[in-house]
């Protein structure tokens, strides 16, 4: 029996297949490489390199792995290409995600963690957000994942299927391993650590006029290790026979742009020069967590996710790996 991971060579991915594999599970990884690296995976994980909507080779991975239930993180997860191609996302995260769910079926495979987002409540009315505030996404990115949430429920009501749909506020940091690298990268965390290290002349601040006490945007930093933990958790609630459910992750805490990168500047030493940006379309002035959820059905609460320790872990392994992994 063997737990199959999509996006597994993606970044949050592989911190996860890395402690479920050092939870003693066996893990098989499904990832088409769009924008993961092989080399995020030990040489001896099974790897199948292709997309979640071949449903052929899913039923294959399934049959011969013996596959008792799965963690989807496969996804684009970039919201302004998301507003920019929407027909790329509607295809890659919604038409691949039912044509996987229904290869999951074929395959009597009943139990799924869904990577959800924060993207699918849109611009909140209240803040901490909980899971019961309205979802009205303002990007194609949050409606793919809002969409595929919708489809679970369905799959749930009708053919059994459970699930845990998780939906992160913005993950970050690193393992003394495996750390964030996207090629192009968008993420604050990763961009203000490569100005750190003079690999980019400066940090884009996109925004500067959201109603915030600095004017720019706040999110809920969540450390990738804390998120990896929720998904073995999740496993372990769905395993027992728990209900369906949708659960926030975040630590409750936001921070501004400039809060990141003046920690950051503490962090590395550096001076981190910055470059003031208009706001780009579809992003929300302030997004933090309410994740009492969380922690009273699955006992998940965040332990490394410190502003300090996420920028510290991922400059740790920025420095170890300053080209990030190596091409496949
Ligand atoms: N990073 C965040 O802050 C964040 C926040 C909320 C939700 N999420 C969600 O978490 C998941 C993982 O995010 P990440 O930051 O690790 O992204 P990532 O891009 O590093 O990982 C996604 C992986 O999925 C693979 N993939 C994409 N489409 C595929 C397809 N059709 N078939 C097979 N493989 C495919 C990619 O190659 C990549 O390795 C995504 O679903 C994302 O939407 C991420």
């Known amino acids: 029996m063997a737990i199959l991971v999509t996006g597994g060579a993606g970044y949050i991915g592989s911190v996860t297949v890395e402690r479920l594999r050092a939870a003693g599970e066996k893990v098989v990884v499904l990832d088409d490489l769009a924008h993961g690296h092989r080399a995020s995976l030990d040489a001896d994980v099974p790897f199948y390199h292709g997309r979640v909507g071949d449903r052929d080779l899913v039923a294959r991975i399934a049959k011969k792995h013996t596959i008792e239930s799965c963690l989807h993180f496969a996804a684009l997860a970039f919201v302004g290409e998301s ?45 901490p957000i909980s899971e019961s505030c309205p979802q009205w996404p303002v990007n194609p990115y949050g409606w793919s994942k809002l969409f595929l949430e919708r489809i679970l429920a369905s799959y749930d009501a009708a053919y059994g299927m459970k699930f845990v749909a998780l939906r992160y506020f913005n993950a970050a940091g690193a393992t003394a391993t495996r750390g964030e690298y996207h090629q192009p990268e968008s993420h604050l965390v990763p961009n203000v650590l490569a100005a750190a290290l003079a690999q980019k002349a400066h940090v884009p601040v996109f925004g500067t006029n959201y109603a915030t006490p600095d004017g720019t945007s706040i999110r809920d930093y969540v450390h990738v290790s804390d998120l990896a933990d929720a998904h073995i958790l999740a496993l372990a609630h769905l395993r027992k026979g728990g209900s369906s459910e949708f659960l926030n992750l975040g630590t409750g805490d936001g921070y501004s742009v400039l809060q990141v990168i003046e920690c950051a500047r503490k962090v590395t030493g550096h001076p981190i020069p910055t470059r003031l940006e208009e706001p780009r379309p579809g992003d929300p002035p302030r997004l933090v967590a309410d994740a009492a959820k969380a922690q009273r059905v699955l006992g998940w609460k965040p332990v490394q996710s410190d502003l300090a320790s996420i920028l510290r872990s991922q400059w740790e392994w920025s420095k170890k790996f300053p080209r990030g992994y190596p091409p496949e």
């Open 83 to 127: 507003m920019a191609e929407p027909a790329k996302y509607y295809e890659n995260n919604v038409e691949q995600g039912v044509a996987f769910f229904n290869a999951l079926l074929e395959a009597r495979v009943l139990r799924v963690v869904f990577s959800s987002t924060c993207a699918t409540y849109g611009l909140p009315r209240q803040v």
